[in-house]
């Protein structure tokens, strides 16, 4: 199939012009023989380029070009499939619009194309070439520093008298920059027969001793956070005071306890499960929508009721620096958040790069292996980023 990649990076300071023009001959001698054609705009900064041509091929060539060391921040903010080429004529060619005029560029740009019709103005493609030459949207732009800048210093806590039966696992959810735990998330051991005997029961009682065990290490300013199933608190008879109870024995204030609910977990009363929450609430316990973004009721949660935090499912998160889709979603979930006075927390940060671009983005609470480990030894490792620039030779 036909495929299209657009793709934006940033040109790599103090690089020479003709670095530049050496790169899109070889590019477009390479492109022709492998039958990928494209265009390339630049505006002193920033590459926007289109490939199109057959899927594998072009995948090989753009899997060549974020190697390249011209050029960083690569970000694909397109792959797409196309009934016929938008510019056939040859393998790569430059378009420099500095030295045009916004309309020149433009028609420029439909000048080379070679659809079957006359390309227009509300081709998406050409959307993010009219986008790049009006220089719009250049606030989200986020130029990342190589990840060598940072390095982890590590931290520990004793956890050692948490049986290890007991705890599944164990994060940290930070702020890195501001070097502070904000809350504690613990997962309970399951035993599969019990959960398809009573998932429900157990998911309630299993919150018991997880609340025993936050309460013997956090302190009075951080949180734990527990995950409930939504219908946990529909269908188990009294469930909230049973809670509570929970709570007070674990010498905890419900200020203290974070409820965690997954999107992903659909229920049909969402009304009825929206009153349950506001009870919740109205004891002191917080909420938040976990796994949010990959569920099929999450913007209809919002509509019901407002959590106080939204905590991002790890699949939005993945390589999120490279991924202008994922880049969209989560900016919009984040001006959604500020609206609504929500705060976003990304989980699943892994690499260096994801925490740099949310950091940017505007989240600042974290959850992840790049951050915290539980290695169940009594320890819980905490992972602070130090920037490289202040260390000493």
């Known amino acids: 199939m036909l ?56 995948m090989q060539i753009y899997e060549k070009i974020c190697l390249d060391t011209l050029h960083f921040n690569i970000v694909e903010l397109l792959s797409d499939y196309a009934p016929y080429r938008r510019f056939g004529r040859s393998g790569m060619e430059l378009i420099d619009i500095r030295l045009f005029s916004k309309e020149e560029c433009l028609d420029r740009v439909l000048q080379r194309g070679t659809t079957q019709h006359k390309m227009l103005y509300n081709d998406r493609a050409l959307r993010f070439f009219r986008t ?5 949207e250049t ?4 130029e990342l520093p190589d990840r060598f800048s940072w390095f982890f210093s590590s931290d520990q806590i004793d956890v050692s008298s948490v049986d290890p039966a007991i705890i599944e696992d164990m994060y940290a959810v930070i702020d890195p920059l501001a070097a502070q735990i904000h809350s504690f998330v613990l997962n309970a051991k399951s035993d599969n027969d019990v959960i398809k005997a009573n998932n ?12 025993k065990i936050a309460g013997g290490f956090i302190t009075s300013s951080q949180r734990v956070s527990i995950t409930l199933l939504p219908l946990t608190l529909l269908r188990v008879p009294n469930a909230i005071e049973i809670l509570l109870d929970y709570i007070r024995e674990s010498n905890l204030h419900p200020e203290q306890v974070l409820v965690e609910f997954s999107e992903s977990e659909i229920i049909p009363e969402i009304d009825e499960f929206a009153h349950s929450v506001q009870i919740l609430k109205s004891c002191g316990l917080s909420v ?69 671009w949310l950091e940017s983005a505007g989240i600042f609470c974290f959850q992840g292996n790049l951050f915290s480990k539980y290695d169940k030894n009594g320890y819980l490792k905490i992972f602070w980023p130090e920037s490289n620039e202040f260390i000493e030779c």
């Open 200 to 211: 429900l029961l157990f998911d309630l009682e299993s919150k018991k001793d997880l609340l």
């Open 3 to 58: 495929t299209t990649i657009i793709y934006r990076s940033h040109l790599r300071a103090d690089t020479p012009i003709q670095s530049i023009i050496d790169m899109v001959s070889e590019a477009n001698s390479r492109n022709e023989c492998t039958g990928v054609t494209g265009v390339l705009l630049f505006n002193g900064i920033h590459f926007l380029q289109l490939l199109e041509g057959d899927e594998a091929a072009v």
């Open 288 to 356: 938040a929508i976990n796994d949010f973004g990959v569920g099929n009721a999450g913007l209809l949660f919002l509509s019901k009721f407002q959590p106080e935090k939204l905590k991002i499912h790890p699949q939005l998160i993945h390589n999120i620096h490279k991924d202008g889709s994922k880049q969209a979603i989560l900016q919009s979930l984040i001006r959604c958040g500020e609206l609504l006075e929500i705060r976003i927390c990304a989980t699943g940060v892994e690499q260096p790069e994801e925490w740099m």
């Open 132 to 136: 790049f030459i009006d220089s719009a």
């Open 139 to 142: 606030d989200s732009y986020y």
